[in-house]
DNA sequence: GTCTATATCCTGATAGAC
DNA sequence: GTCTATCAGGATATAGAC
C-alpha cells in the first residue's frame, strides 16, 4: 500500500464516500465504513479533508462543477443555433447532462445521479446550502432562457414550473426500482435517451400550459 | 408529571418525533433529543414504542392512513358525480390532501407535510417499504383513474408521468424556502390553494401531452 | 503520508427501584 | 407507567510513532 499516492488515497475516499452516501445517506454513513470500503486507513479522511462536512462538500464540488458546466454549454448551443428557442431544447439542456451520468461512469455514474436526486428533495442545512451555491448560476441562465422562450407567461409562474420539474427531475434521478415495482415491471429506466425523452415531453407540456394568474 | 397518562406521553413522542425527523432526518435524530422535546422520559420511547425503527413506522402511519383514506374519498366523488373524469380532477384529487396539510394543523400541518415530502425521495431502505406498502392501493386506483381519463396513452406512460408527477408534488411539499430564495420573493406558497391550482395545471398539461412511444 | 492507539462523547437499549 | 443508572458499542477526531 506504500506506493499508493496521496492523488489515489483521496479519489478512493471520495468514490467510497459518493457510494455510501448515495446509499445510506450521509448522517447514517460513517467514516469507518467510508475508508472501510476504499481500503484506507481512518485517520487518512482527517488529513485529506479535515472533517466529515468537508467531505461531503468535497464528494458534491467534484461532480457539480463540470456537470453545470455541461449544462451552461448545451444551453449557448441551443441559444445561438435558432432564432426561436424552444422550451423543449432549453429543458434538455438542463436535464439531460444528470441523467445521462447514468451511462458515465468517469462522472460519477449511477451513483452520483442517485445521491444528487436524493439530496435535492432532502436537504440537511449544510448540503443545501452547498447546493444553491452551486446552483444559482444555472437557476438564473435557464430561467432567463425559459422567459424569452415564453414570453406570454408571468416570470413567477416560470419559478415555480422550474421547481416543479426539478422536483420531477430529482425523483426519477433518485428513484432506480419503485417505478419498476409499482408498474408491474411495465416501466424500464434503463434506456437513458427514452428517459429523457419522456421527461422532456411531460415538462415542456406542462411548462406551455396556460397560465393560472386568473384563478378559476 | 405523574398526572399525564400513558396517552398523552405517547402522542407527546410522535409529534416531537416528526417535528424532529422532518428538521433533520432519521439517523441524525437522536432519542434523546426527542424525549427531551417531548419532555417525556428516555426509556418510554422503548415502553412505548420498542425501538426506534417502531417509532419511524408508528409517525408515518398515524398521518398516512387517514390521508390516503382522503385521496379515495376525493377520488369516488370525482368518479360518480361527472361521466367524463377529467385529469385535472384525478390530479387534484391526489395532490390536493397531502399540499393542504399545510394549514391542517390537527393532522400534521407544515411539519409532516416537510417531513412526507422529503420522505418520498430519500429513501431509507425501511422507510421506502413503510411508502410502498401504504401506497400500493392508492397508485393502482389513480393510475387506473388516469387510464380511464386518457385512454389514448399507453399504459406505460401513464406510469412515468405518474412518477413525474409524484416527483414534483414531494418538491413541493418539501422545499419551503428555496424557491422563495431563488425567484427574489417572487413566489410564494403561503396560498394553498393557488400552489394546487398551480401544480394541478403543471401536472395535467403534462400528462395530456402527446405519448412519446415513437421517438423521432 | 500513513499508520496504531486512544481520548471523548453520544448512541440505542435495558435492568430494576419506585 | 415512569424514573435513574448503566451497559456495550460506535461515532468523530487527534496524538504521536514510523
Known amino acids: 500500500m506504500t506506493r499508493s499516492d496521496a492523488r489515489e488515497t483521496k479519489e478512493k475516499i471520495l468514490d467510497s464516500a459518493e457510494k455510501l452516501f448515495a446509499r445510506d445517506g450521509f448522517p447514517a454513513t460513517s467514516l469507518r465504513a467510508i475508508t472501510a470500503d476504499a ?14 462536512d468537508a467531505l461531503v462538500e468535497a464528494v458534491f464540488t467534484r461532480r457539480l462543477e463540470p456537470l453545470n458546466q455541461e449544462r451552461l454549454t448545451l444551453l449557448d448551443a441551443v441559444e445561438t443555433s435558432s432564432e426561436a428557442t424552444s422550451p423543449e431544447k432549453i429543458l434538455e439542456a438542463f436535464v439531460g447532462p444528470p441523467l445521462r451520468l447514468l451511462r458515465d461512469e468517469k462522472r460519477g455514474g449511477a451513483t452520483f445521479m442517485r445521491l444528487m436526486g436524493r439530496t435535492l428533495t432532502e ?12 446552483f444559482r448560476e444555472i437557476a438564473g441562465r435557464f430561467t432567463a432562457a ?37 408498474s408491474g415491471g411495465l416501466c424500464d429506466s434503463a434506456d437513458v435517451d427514452a428517459t429523457i425523452h419522456r421527461l422532456v415531453t411531460f415538462l415542456s407540456a ?7 394568474g386568473d384563478r378559476p
Do not use: C
Not at 155 to 168: C, D, K, L, T, V
Open 123 to 134: 436537504p440537511s442545512q449544510q448540503v443545501q446550502e452547498i447546493f444553491i451555491r452551486q
Open 146 to 182: 425559459l422567459k424569452h422562450a415564453l414570453p406570454g407567461l408571468p416570470p413567477e409562474e416560470i419559478f415555480w414550473r422550474m421547481h416543479f420539474s426539478i422536483g420531477a427531475m430529482a425523483h426519477t434521478m433518485s428513484d432506480t426500482f419503485r417505478l419498476r415495482l409499482i
Open 39 to 52: 481500503g484506507v486507513n481512518l485517520a487518512a479522511v482527517h488529513y485529506h479533508f479535515g472533517s466529515k
Open 206 to 212: 406542462g411548462m406551455q400550459a396556460p397560465g393560472t
